[in-house]
């Protein structure tokens, strides 16, 4: 099956550098997009196509990826970065896959 | 900017059939997939499928056998039924417009516009 494994959590403290990896074994022939959930709304699609922003994204979001791993970044992290954050893909038969979720913790 | 907007009943009797509705404005229904996806309390995300205003269809293997999907390009909405409900598909239901990359050897499908889900309960 098409698995997207992400860490539970990230901790960062405000104007570092968090990193969100995203890794399966289907990645190296699909793109990944990221969306970030805010407590009680809907998602929001803040990376697509592995590494490019959606009109209104800020430039601290980026995505890049490696093989079976792709990697969302948040550069200078502010305290409103804090959400939950998912990967996504298509596996080989059409279905839509997201990733088991990581909470950014912003200290 | 296109909006979406589910509606339906918040409870639902276990064994029963959970019907929900969502309500494109702000953009057409006939260009793009819509898709249902839905989040158990404190849970990831899962994607239940998608629909073409063709009236073409995919399912989540897990939930195809219990998963019908239908589109009223007329009235800029789409449903999505799910029969014999338990408490594990107790959750929020959101609808989301799809979009689709082809990429060298595979599609890729994403979500850009969400509604902001609809909360529904199975009882016992």
């Known amino acids: 099956s098409h698995e997207l494994t992400q860490p539970p959590s990230v901790s960062v403290s405000p104007g570092q550098t968090a990193r969100i990896t995203c890794s399966g074994e289907a990645l190296s022939n699909q793109y990944v997009f990221w969306y970030q959930q805010k407590a009680g709304q809907a998602p929001l699609l803040v990376i697509y196509r592995d590494s490019e922003r959606p009109s209104g994204i800020p430039e601290r979001f980026s995505g890049s990826t490696s093989g079976t791993t792709v990697t969302l970044t948040i550069s200078g992290v502010l305290a409103e970065d804090e959400a939950d954050y998912y990967c996504q893909s298509t596996d080989s038969s059409g279905s839509s896959v997201f990733g088991t979720g990581s909470k950014v913790t912003v200290l | 900017q296109v909006q979406l907007q589910e509606s339906g009943p918040g409870l639902v009797k276990a064994s029963e059939t959970l019907s929900l509705t969502c309500t494109v404005s702000g953009g057409s229904i006939s260009s793009h997939s819509w898709s249902w996806i839905r989040q158990a309390a404190g849970k990831g995300l899962e994607w239940i499928g998608r629909?073409?205003?063709?009236?073409?269809?995919n399912y989540n293997p897990s939930l195809k056998s219990r998963v019908t999907m239908s589109i009223d390009t007329s009235k800029n909405e789409f449903s999505l039924r799910l029969r014999s409900v338990t408490a594990a598909d107790t959750a929020v239901y959101h609808c989301?417009?799809?979009?689709?990359?082809?990429?060298?050897?595979?599609?890729?499908?994403?979500?850009?516009?969400w509604g902001q889900g609809t909360l529904v309960t199975v009882s016992s």
């Open positions: 629909i073409y205003p063709s009236g073409s269809t």
């Open positions: 989301a417009r799809g979009l689709a990359i082809f990429g060298v050897v595979n599609v890729s499908h994403y979500f850009d516009n």
